[in-house]
């Protein structure tokens, strides 16, 4: 059976088309919402979707790259795959940009007919997230304080910079044997979230040489993405 992190990985909008004799389900992307963002693909259709705006940071490259991590099992088992990645000119600092489709009411609804469970999606899925990365990594001798390790942005800060409710940021103390790549020892995760809007979140894996200059790349990254006061249709 499918998990919500698979289906909520896919676009609200596509079509599901399912084959049981040939055991495969095909998604149509039927949505006339323009992809403004060519880079990104079709996920950049669920930014203008959710009302946000990209702008690419200063000294960074897109890459465009999904890693699923087959070679790091315990961040596969943390990540999954992740994609809309960029990098720095300098190569000390990668970021992907985890762009989550609006678990709105009806799609709550729908999960909940289908695994017969209720499921309190609306809103408090990005905190759910949060919870699950940081208990994927270090297990579940912190599933009574993960929340220890969250930083906060004050309100206002929130809503004036990013238009949002909520800024969160939190980070991972890797094992040497998950250091990405031999040399990205580190991992940043930024998340924005805004009520019935959803939310992005940014996971950055940086070396020792960009964590002696980190909020220099922080604020770049962090300035790329922003909630428009009102989402356009199509």
């Known amino acids: 059976m499918l998990s919500i992190l698979m289906l909520a990985s896919y676009p609200l909008y596509a079509q599901l088309k399912v084959d049981a004799q040939e055991r495969t389900i ?3 992307d039927d949505d ?3 992809i403004l963002y060519q880079w990104m ?3 950049s259709k669920t930014l203008t979707k959710k009302g946000m705006v990209y702008k690419k940071p200063k000294r960074f490259k897109e890459i ?5 991590f087959n ?6 088992e943390t990540f999954t795959c992740m994609g809309n990645q960029l990098q720095s000119n300098d190569k000390q600092f990668i970021t992907f940009i985890v762009n989550r489709p609006i678990l709105d009411a009806e799609f709550q609804q729908s999960m909940e007919k289908l695994f017969r469970k209720k499921y309190n999606l609306v809103d408090k899925q990005h905190q759910d ?3 699950n990365i940081l208990i994927d990594y270090y297990g579940d001798s912190i599933a009574e304080s993960w929340q220890d390790s969250l930083e906060y942005y004050p309100p206002d800060k929130a809503k004036k910079t990013w238009s949002a409710d909520t800024i969160i940021r939190t980070s991972l103390h890797l094992h040497p044997r998950d250091y990405y790549e031999e040399v990205y020892k580190h991992v940043d995760i930024f998340l924005i979230q805004r009520q019935g809007r959803g ?4 996971v950055s894996f940086y070396t020792d040489k960009a ?8 604020k770049r990254v962090e300035g790329m993405l922003r909630y428009e006061d009102h989402v356009t249709t199509f």
């Open 71 to 76: 070679d790091y099992p315990l961040l596969k």
């Open 199 to 202: 939310y992005v979140y940014l």
């Open 129 to 131: 997230q949060l919870r």
């Open 32 to 34: 006339p919402t323009p």
């Open 26 to 28: 095909t998604f149509i």
């Open 211 to 218: 964590r002696r200059r980190l909020r220099s790349y922080q």
């Open 41 to 43: 693909g079709t996920n």
């Open 64 to 68: 465009g790259k999904t890693e699923c």
